[in-house]
């Protein structure tokens, strides 16, 4: 008897018929001129990525339903599976750990479908094949066969597996661990199906980096998002009208382009900074993002041309037009700070609490946004994504110049998640194509940006702020921290020293734009 992988169809609706049928079926319906008793076939596949909430819902929901209908052995796996108990290793107590042959046959043998022979006989040399291919030492050959032996063993006697001639499946919904991933291409190597699903796409790559998972019938739908749990009811559906399809096409051909945008069409967002002249900084600062220069779209994904920019000095030494041109930059998006000497900074528990959400470089987002430290949960998970992504980016790009790469991560962390809550509205009303949001700071004393000041405004430029630095004294300030590749440096020709600078209000609403003469103005106005 062999096992052989088969491919299910790739439309969503025909996927439930599909792995219900039963091994006479599909051999069948596939003109094979096997039988069941010299054949099973199963399908390995991956669901990844979702298209909306809804038919997502409405597609899983039945699925598992219509699994349980059909009297299949079947295991639901939405939580990882635990390691090995003290029980379970010390059913291997007797296998020699410093013999390679003698453990991979110790543990093969532990592995049995009760009521098949035949069946075992295919488990266990399965087992023995990807155990010799594991180039691991001894003893980590021992820890992962009894993984995947103890596994499997509890998988099989949970839901019967050798008391049918049914094909045993196994749905795993979420992204597997690496010690699950190694248990599912087991599995199916015995005769099980194997569905694993995810709305989240990165699940891709946690299966295509896998030796053993070359057989991956691989299908993907349009969109991603972070795991959620698995939908307990049927969400009550809505069916297009003739005029809302009409609409929605139109709406594609309007929009779909370059040049016309809906309003917060797009979630994804990427930040260029502009490399500009002074001259340039006033010229650029109220323009929308869609009309400077490097703007771009691509798939759902915009690049927004930022400016991030100190200016030292004051002009010719004349504090009262210095005053008047930092007013002049307060836009009704903006946030305007007066640096203050900063004391605040991380307390010596931070990173104990965050070393859970990471590994060291990278952020366990997933983890992260499902736990008590999410402050901004009851934002959209679009918006949520966002901050998340541009923490990491902070991280990885190596911009904020701290002591150690594990004082960057406890920073960025601390500050993503407790951003202002001016700072978070400002994010939301955010649409990536027109008017940008400001952050703006008058630094008039001498202390330096403290760490925390300094990725606060690192992470505002990645996420898509124009950030400006007044410094009339010219004193160094988040010199110390950012790399000057961040940011561009403009000086006036003198510094001025014990400047008070009012706290400015905020308009409550855009500034009108000013009334230019322009050409036909010009042409026609009368006299000289």
Known sequence: MIV????????????????????????????????EREMIPVYFLLLAGYNDDESYNNLLFPLRGDIKKTGKPFAFIDTPLGKPSYDDVEAYKHI????????????????????????????????????????????????????????FNLIVNAIGAGDTDEIPLILYYGIPTQDDLLFLCFAHR????????????????????????????????????????????????RISTVAYTAERELDTVLYGGDTLFRDHQYAKL?????????????????????????????DDRVTVPTIFAKICGVKNGDTKEYLEMIEGFVTYNSVFALKAPSYKKPDLNVSRLYSVYHNGTQLLIDKLKRSPLNKCSYLSDDLQDLIF???????????????????????????GLNL???????????????DIPKFIVADTIEDQFSKLE????????????????????????????????????????????????????????????????GVFKNLFKKGR
């Open 4 to 35: 052989e992988v088969i491919s299910a169809s790739a439309e969503p609706q025909q996927l439930s018929e599909d792995i219900c049928q039963n091994a006479h079926e599909r051999l069948a319906t596939r003109g094979g001129h096997f039988t």
């Open 96 to 151: 020699d750990r410093n013999n390679t042959t003698a453990v991979i046959s110790g543990i093969c043998a532990s592995v049995k479908i009760g009521g098949s022979s035949e069946r075992t006989y295919i488990a266990q040399h399965a087992l023995m094949d990807m155990l010799k291919a594991l180039k691991n030492s001894t003893n980590d050959l021992f820890v992962k066969g009894i993984g995947i032996a103890s596994k």
């Open 190 to 237: 015995c005769g099980f199906d194997v569905i694993c699903i995810s709305p989240d796409k990165s699940v891709i790559n946690v299966f295509t980096g896998c030796e053993f998972a070359g057989k991956l019938q691989i299908e993907q739908m349009e969109n991603s998002k972070a795991v959620m749990p698995f939908p307990t009811r049927q969400l009550k559906s």
């Open 270 to 298: 990427d930040s260029a900074v502009l490399r500009t002249t002074e001259h340039e900084v006033h010229q650029l600062w109220e323009q929308q993002a869609k009309y400077r220069s490097g703007f771009a779209v691509k």
């Open 389 to 415: 992504e541009k923490m990491q980016a902070v991280i990885s790009d190596g911009l904020l110049t701290l002591d150690s790469p594990a004082e960057v991560v406890d920073y960025v962390m601390y500050t």
């Open 420 to 434: 202002d809550k001016t700072v978070l509205q400002l994010l939301q009303k955010y649409d990536f194509t027109k």
């Open 454 to 517: 300094c990725t606060q405004l690192l992470l505002l430029s990645y996420l898509g702020f124009d950030v400006l630095v007044f410094c009339p004294t010219g004193y160094r300030d988040m010199e110390a921290y950012i790399s000057s590749d961040a940011y561009d440096t403009h000086s006036y020709n003198e510094f001025v020293y014990n400047l008070s600078i009012p706290q400015f209000r905020i308009p409550s609403a855009p500034k009108p734009k000013k009334q230019g003469g």
